[in-house]
């Protein structure tokens, strides 16, 4: 079964560029998570999908940061302006059957703002 | 306010000898713990998990200990290959009705050295 995939591995952009991530979950998989990690820090979450629906995006910095799951399979995650705190890993990961604590990820993708 | 702590960044153990990694957590809401392993580059894969009515899972080289009445987790690797050199995180989840989210630690290092 393949896995979590992500792209780009690896961006830079300067401070105020935009820049968008995309996750393609396993397949089959209901719902879908956003993380941020910091250097240093554990994986800190952004947005949670279940299906194409937002179940919680309490993290989620909304005046910079979005997301959408259409269709309810791939999902983007877009920052639009970049800030320097920015800079992180971002992490996509999925889970199955419904109740399941196990989460899957996907390499992540490195941002490096500058 | 850090809700899951794992307060030691790194920790070396010889090969063959025993590893223990430390979490504790803050938050008595929390009922399923969960360890990841993280290799450079790569997402965290999911390792072993615990349930809050169990104090102990076991599975192969690997076994978790709970201390609900300490809000305390241990993850012991018996014994100890090279191959487990990696970033080790804590999760906990049960915040929120029906919610599967995760919660991180910082992670703890570990070196085992041949």
């Known amino acids: 079964e393949a896995g979590v995939a992500q792209s780009p591995r690896y961006k830079i952009i300067e401070k105020r560029q935009s820049v968008a991530f995309w996750c393609n979950p396993i397949?089959?998989?209901?719902?879908l998570y956003w993380y941020q990690q910091i250097l240093g820090q554990g994986p800190k979450l952004l947005i949670q999908?279940?299906?194409?629906?937002?179940?919680?995006d309490s993290q989620l910095p909304k005046d910079r940061f979005s997301a959408e799951r259409l269709k309810g399979v791939d999902s983007t995650l877009k920052i639009q302006p970049a800030k320097l705190e920015d800079s992180a890993v971002y992490l996509c990961?999925?889970?199955?059957?419904?109740?399941?604590?196990?989460?899957?990820f996907g390499p992540g993708t490195r941002l490096t703002v500058t | 306010d850090q809700q899951v702590k794992q307060n030691s960044p790194s920790l070396s153990v010889q090969e063959g000898r025993i590893s223990i990694l430390n979490c504790d957590y803050t938050?008595?809401?929390?009922?399923?713990f969960l360890w990841y392993k993280k290799y450079p580059a790569e997402g965290p894969t999911f390792l072993i998990s615990?349930?809050?009515?169990?104090d102990k899972n076991e599975d192969g080289r690997f076994t978790v200990f709970l201390n609900k009445s300490a809000k305390h987790l241990s993850l012991h690797i018996v014994p100890s290959q090279p191959g487990d050199s990696a970033v080790y995180f804590c999760?906990?989840?049960?915040?929120?009705?029906?919610?599967?989210?995760?919660?991180f630690g910082k992670g703890t290092k570990l070196s085992v050295i041949p």
């Open positions: 397949s089959g998989h209901a719902t």
């Open positions: 999760a906990a989840s049960g915040l929120g009705a029906g919610s599967y989210q995760l919660t």
């Open positions: 990961a999925s889970s199955g059957a419904s109740g399941s604590y196990e989460q899957y």
């Open positions: 615990i349930s809050s009515i169990k």
């Open positions: 938050n008595s809401m929390f009922d399923y």
């Open positions: 999908f279940q299906n194409n629906g937002v179940v919680d």
